[in-house]
């Protein structure tokens, strides 16, 4: 019997208008009350998931959230962080360098400046707006080596980033769990950061094992959680690689699949 479900957001548990469905809100509601356990897990920072989590009342004292890719993981109700696993200031310098050198856009969320990027485009502005907050402009210059950080995205128009993407070393694969989570969206975390190892960290901190969990999601910054689940599932519309690994594909997120997925697999 499977006993926690974890969600990704935006491609999966919300629609292409960023909106919960009925039928999506009422299986989770129905799961919940068999007594299993849902938790969102998302590249959003925190504060971009909250109205989700409290729109799906998973914010009691036993509900727990992966923001930043789970670089942390949460307790709700109280804020505590079970683990994180974040970056440095001189992990912003050196990406920043890098995106120089590729003339792409670059962000970063700061603990104690929030969200930050040396240039105010498009791209950041979405995400201020995604997320409801608001970004400022700050030279990464000068960030403090030891400075947490706990994120940066290279962002910019999908073709430029693709092209730059192609040009990076292949030894920052060594340094940096990397994701692309929206076409326009790079994302670089901590090594020990990534959905797959927040799922680890969670199970292990629930007494559980991957076998009774599930883990459904559309995008690359998905595809290790979805390996480490006792069955994952991609979305219709995930990428071909996503879908590759899972063992069940789901209708899309404007076909609500994740009420397809409690349907069958849990209230079923």
Known sequence: MYKLVALDMDGTLLNSEKQLTPRVRAAISAAKKQ??????????????????????????????????NASLILKVACGTIVS?????????INLYQISKQLQVNILAYSTSRGLITPRK???????????????????????????????????????????????????????????????????FTNKNSNKGKGMEALTAHLGLTPEQIICVGDAGNDLEMIQFAGLGVAME??????????????KSNDQDGVAHVFEKYILN
């Open 237 to 250: 519309n995930a990428l071909d690689e996503v879908k590759a690994h899972a063992n069940y594909i789901t």
């Open 121 to 187: 485009n498009k791209y950041t502005d979405y995400e201020a707006e995604l997320n409801g907050i608001t970004s400022s402009e700050f030279d990464f210059d000068q960030l403090t080596e030891n400075e947490d950080i706990i994120k940066v995205m290279l962002v910019d128009e999908p073709e430029l980033l693709t092209e730059a993407i192609k040009k990076l070393s292949k030894t920052l694969h060594n340094d940096y769990s990397i994701a692309r989570s929206l076409p326009c969206f790079y994302e």
């Open 35 to 68: 007594g299993v356990k849902v938790v969102l897990a998302s590249g959003r920072p925190y504060e971009g998931m909250i109205s989700t989590i409290k729109e799906l009342e998973l914010d009691g004292i036993e509900d727990y959230a992966l923001p930043y």
């Open 84 to 92: 994180r696993a974040i970056l440095t200031g001189q992990d912003a």
